[in-house]
């Protein structure tokens, strides 16, 4: 009965529900008719509403229509898709690209194309569920580092049999902390293992170009597979995977999420591709600036260690607690999620606030305010 389950939910303070949102307005949204400032998307920079992909989506809809109408196998291979594809596989200087529908199907058609039974796949703790969903799939022998611990992760390496793939993400999405990239490369390296990196939360936000912690370390050799997503700071929808024209091969052939699913719609590709574009403008890199100064101002005010990235967790610990917290400041406006199990580990419930470049210094002091008044 899902009653039961449901009942065990509540009981638990672990339900969830959908919120209803009419106006989506960065950084404003509207439910219920109340205008929140939004300090819970991943929209970094603001692009989902910027004219210049909107004006690049209605342009692909009046050429192509709505729909890509088949499988990118079938008869569904835009000449957009293409350029999108080699666009992002020059972003990440490397030789090819495959995108897909979203960054969860990504890893879900990537990892089993890549590894199998008898092979190895080395994933930090707090890897994202469609990492570990694609790792499960895989059937591969499935080993787990507690996070960012380097020692085990080598100890790991040493020991593990077939092609060995380690899986880990650039910046973590509920910690907003970095993978140690560098030692994690050269380990890698030295194990002779494949490493696939998630961009989903840095990209837009880390590197010269804002493709992310592999181009802030100019690691883009040493990485087989740079994964991200087009749905948060790009303002779109897609996934993608940047890698050499052998492995791009192999999953046009190999990946199930991509040859069993109609192609990513016309609309979604152009946006896609112009916020790609968008990132090297002077406005790009004005808007990354700005983001910066976004969270350092906040981090600053509310006396925390500087981030890295616009992913400011504040851990309270228990469901209920968080979940408080969350609508106090819901009631002076403030839409800041509550994060608990099984998104983040037992007992490390917490607000999980996100930052944009389209935040005003005023909002952030605002929020700055309401959450040291909550510590007290
Ligand atoms: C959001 C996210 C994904 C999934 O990307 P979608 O395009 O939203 O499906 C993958 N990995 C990480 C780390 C994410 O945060």
Redesign the pocket.
């Known amino acids: 009965m899902p009653d039961n389950e449901l009942t065990s939910l509540r009981e638990n303070g672990l339900l969830r529900s959908l919120r209803e949102i009419s106006s989506p307005n960065p950084p404003f949204v509207t439910i219920d008719g109340q205008d929140l400032i939004n300090f819970s998307s991943n929209d970094y920079l603001g692009l989902s509403s910027h004219s210049a992909l909107a004006a690049a989506a209605h342009e692909a809809i009046t050429k192509y229509g709505t729909g890509s109408t088949a499988s990118r196998l079938v008869c569904g291979s835009l000449d957009i898709h293409h350029e999108l594809e080699a666009t992002l596989a020059t972003a990440k200087k490397t030789e090819a690209a495959l995108t897909f529908a979203?960054?969860?199907a990504t890893?879900l058609g990537t990892i089993p194309a890549v590894v199998g039974k008898g092979d190895t796949i080395i994933l930090d703790k707090l890897a994202?569920a469609?990492l570990i969903d694609g790792a499960r799939l895989s059937g591969a022998t499935l080993r787990v580092f507690p996070h960012n611990d380097l020692n085990k992760l080598e100890r790991l390496l040493k020991t593990a049999q077939g092609r060995v793939l380690v899986v880990t993400?650039s910046v973590f999405?509920m910690d907003g902390d970095l993978a140690p990239l560098s030692e994690i490369v050269a380990l890698k390296t030295k194990h002779e293992a494949l490493l696939l990196l998630?961009e989903?939360?840095a990209v837009g936000v880390l590197g010269p170009n804002g493709q992310g912690l592999t181009e802030h370390l100019a690691l883009q050799d040493q990485v087989d597979f740079q994964m991200g997503?087009l749905?948060?700071a790009l303002g779109s929808?897609g996934?993608y995977i940047a890698a050499s024209q052998d492995w791009i091969d192999l999953l046009i052939n190999k990946a199930r999420a991509f040859i069993y699913s109609t192609a990513p719609p016309p609309s979604q590709v152009a946006a896609s591709l112009a916020a790609l574009q968008f990132l090297n403008t002077p406005e790009g890199c004005q808007l990354r600036e700005k983001l910066n100064h976004n969270i350092a101002l906040l981090t600053s005010l509310t006396r925390q260690t500087a981030s890295p990235s616009p992913i400011i967790p504040i851990i309270i610990g228990e469901n209920e607690g968080a979940l408080a917290a969350s609508q106090s400041l819901l009631d002076d406006g403030l839409l800041v999620p509550a994060i608990r199990f099984p998104t983040v580990p037992r007992n490390t419930a917490r607000l999980r606030i996100t930052l944009s470049a389209s935040h005003s210094e005023e909002q952030i002091q605002g929020l700055a305010q309401k959450i040291s008044s909550l510590e007290q």
Request: with cysteine.
């Open positions: 979203n960054g969860y890893a994202h469609c993400e999405s998630d989903a939360h997503t749905g948060k929808a996934g």
